[in-house]
């Protein structure tokens, strides 16, 4: 017996007459795929009530077309369900509704936004222009996801790696880059730098010039919000939360946009990183010590033997390039380079 989802949606918030609700609850017993589509339903209908708030989102056209996407792929399945175990689940997943719902919204919202991802392959710097204007500089082995047309209240990205924003200003519609899931930067309009790859500890935020917003989500629910100034370096840890503020030459953080690496008292550990991504090598480090060094350095287009002879003299380490294999599917293998003690 096919029930038309109307029915079931009366069904589900109580308005169905006696007679009819009979009907539906002589269905109970159903297949676990009736369940689940009967769920869906009644996680769709949580969702709507908090959509209805935001003015960027039709949610009844929304709802339809959620319900459209169940018609198709379930003409031939009977919708059963027994309105007891609707009560049940509720109960537990009451909680979870408020997480699902942004779920739901990403995926409703899909089909209104198109996103866009810009990736960047390791040794190389791209540059681009967002829908309304901003000028953004992705650094090697990074990512960017964006809507392809912003959203009415605010423009938001997300970001993977390194990247560096001038913004085009807009007071009534604030630019956010999020980069963690309790992490974000809000700007109105300025130019600024986050790094913030995920093997990285630490997300870093350096202001060039104006003012941004750092955007803490908090345990209890609560967003901290702090004010950085232009020549300042927010550094925020993954593990813990902690933020930390330092006053920096912003120049030497955003150097890289030109060809640039600038080491400031760096360990060893760091600065492997910053070459394996500028460079497109892997680093086969044989004694673990020679992570503890501190390096200081500057280098503009230079070829990574040069760059690798300094370090040499920096750390009292050798190093080997070893030349890179082809595959078997004729690709080229990244350079080793090995490294240990002197």
Known sequence: ????????????????????????????AGSPENKKLLEQIYFTLQVTDRL???DSVDPEM???????????????????????????????LFIPVLALSAYFFMQIGQERVRMVEVRTNPGVVSTFDLPDGTKVWLNAGSSLKYPENFWPECRQVELTGQGYFEVTKNPKKPFIVKVDPV????????????????????????????????????ANGKVVHQLLKPDE???????????????????????????EIIFRNNSMEQVLKTLTRHYNVK?????????????????????????????????????????PAITDDNR???????????
């Open 1 to 28: 017996m096919i029930v038309d989802e109307y029915i079931l949606i009366k069904y589900l918030d109580g308005t169905l007459p006696e007679d009819e609700r009979i009907q539906v609850d002589d269905w109970v």
């Open 52 to 54: 209805r708030v935001m």
């Open 62 to 92: 929304a709802l339809v077309r959620f319900k459209s996407r169940v018609r198709k792929q379930n003409k031939k399945v009977s919708l059963r369900r027994s309105w007891q175990m609707v009560q049940r689940v509720a109960a537990v």
């Open 183 to 218: 992490y974000s930067v809000e700007v109105l309009g300025t130019r600024f730098d986050v790094s913030a790859y995920d093997d990285d500890e630490i997300v870093s935020t350096t202001l060039v010039e104006g003012s941004v917003w750092l955007n803490l989500s908090q």
């Open 233 to 259: 370096r927010a550094d925020f840890t993954r593990v813990g939360g902690k933020l930390s503020i330092t006053s920096v030459n912003a120049d030497n953080n955003v150097a890289w946009r030109n060809g």
């Open 283 to 323: 680093f086969n480090v044989k004694d673990k010590e020679v992570l503890n060094a501190i390096i200081t350095a500057r280098f503009k287009n230079e070829q990574l033997p040069q760059v690798m002879e300094y370090i040499k003299l920096a750390s009292n380490i050798k190093f080997k390039i070893e030349k």
């Open 332 to 342: 080229l293998e990244m350079s080793v380079i090995e490294i240990s003690k002197e």
